[in-house]
Structures are given as C-alpha cells and as structure tokens.
C-alpha cells in the first residue's frame, strides 16, 4: 500500500506561468488536505477535499489558486499566474475519513520555485 | 499571535541523551493533539495523537503529554539517536469535522555523536 504521492517533487515555473501540483492519496482514502509550508514557517492549511467535493477552502487564497479532486485520478492543486511569492513547499495528506480524529498521511511534498 | 507556540526554536543534544520539546497552545475547541516528525525535505510523520482526555501517550523512545487544563503538551524523547535529528512538530485539530490542523512552527534537534 504505497504512501500519499505527491508530484512532482520539485517543480520549477517563471513569474507569469501556471503550476499544477498533483496529490494521489493512500489506497481508500477519500479525503484530502493541502497545506502550504512558506520558507521558515510552519505548515498553514489551504484546502480540504472529498472526491468531486470541496468541503474547507477557507485557507485558500482567493485569486490564482484553485483545487479539485475527481471521480477519477489525483487531486489536482493549481496555481495559475504564479509569483514569486507562490515560492514553497506544497504538501498533501489524506484520511480515511473526514473527521481527522483519525490519522492522516502527508505526502513528500511539492517544492515549487518561482524564477 | 499563532495559536500553537513551541520551544526551544532549536536544540542541540549528544547523542544517547534524553531531552523534553514544549508545546503551549491557544485552540479552542480542542480535538487532538498530534506530534510530528519532519525531516529536512520530507513530508511530516505522525508519533502520536492524543484527545483532551488522554494524559501521556508513548511511541517507542518518544512520550508526549498533554495537560488540557493549562493547553500544554510536551515530547519527550528518551536515549536519543543520529536519526532524531529533525524538526518536531506539535499541531493541535481545532474540530473533529475539519481538515485544519493548525501546525506549530517546530522544533528543530540536533544529535550529535
């Protein structure tokens, strides 16, 4: 049963570019988070994600970003005209179940470098 | 003000020593509480979980408690190894129904020989 995989790891995009980071979750796991971890702080939540349902995107910035995860396929968390600011590491986690009172799993990571 | 507050900032230890991390927090209400370990380019790892009611939990060499009355947690980590250096995370889940854990900003230890 392979981990929550997150690619790429690394992800390179000039001011201006879209980037598309994708988050597959653990076998049977239905729920999803992503957190955004900005150079010397701690992980701050973006976004939480049933399959083909945004439950919490409160922690989402309003403009640029958005989110889904489909029927089919991984979560997709995607930054469209990024800035330099966009610069940090995007992790993913998921659950069986909603409530996290449960464990949830974090991915690798996504490192994304605006140039 | 964040709303989980840890210390030291940063440790440094011999290896084979034992050391306690802080965790004072502000949530409210209150889940769980988790402590993590992230390595340096890896994604968090989870030692324990533990609820309101829960006073010490244990995962091998680590211990963490947690007094609900003062918001206080702390990880003990017992006859440390090269391998615990890492950041140690306390992050508190506000809401049984709700995807934001709110993180501390970490600990980071360093073991060495």
């Known amino acids: 049963n392979a981990g929550v995989m997150q690619n790429p790891r690394h992800l390179v995009r000039r001011r201006g570019q879209e980037a598309r980071l994708r988050c597959s979750p653990m076998?049977?796991?239905?729920?999803v988070y992503w957190y955004r971890q900005l150079p010397e702080e701690g992980l701050k939540f973006m976004v939480y994600?049933?399959?083909?349902?945004?439950?919490?995107e409160s922690g989402m910035p309003k403009e640029r970003f958005s989110a889904e995860f489909p029927k089919e396929g991984p979560s997709i968390l995607r930054i469209q005209q990024v800035v330099r600011g966009d610069s940090a590491a995007y992790f993913c986690?998921?659950?069986?179940?909603?409530?996290?009172?449960?464990?949830?799993?974090f991915g690798q990571g996504t490192r994304l470098t605006v140039v | 003000k964040n709303q989980v507050e840890q210390s030291p900032q940063s440790l440094i230890i011999l290896e084979g020593k034992n050391c306690t991390l802080q965790?004072?927090?502000?949530?409210?209400?209150?889940?769980?509480l988790r402590w993590y370990k992230q390595d340096t380019g890896r994604g968090p790892v989870s030692l324990t979980i533990?609820?309101?009611?829960?006073n010490t939990k244990s995962n091998g060499r680590y211990t963490a408690t947690l007094d609900a009355d003062t918001k206080q947690s702390s990880l003990h980590i017992t006859a440390s190894q090269l391998s615990d250096s890492a950041s140690y995370i306390c992050v508190v889940n506000p809401s049984s129904n709700t995807g934001k854990l709110i993180f501390g900003q970490g600990t980071t230890l360093q073991v060495k020989p």
């Open positions: 986690a998921s659950s069986p179940q909603g409530s996290l009172n449960t464990e949830a799993f």
């Open positions: 994600l049933q399959k083909e349902n945004i439950i919490d």
């Open positions: 076998k049977g796991h239905s729920h």
């Open positions: 965790c004072n927090y502000t949530v409210s209400p209150f889940s769980n």
């Open positions: 533990m609820t309101f009611s829960e």
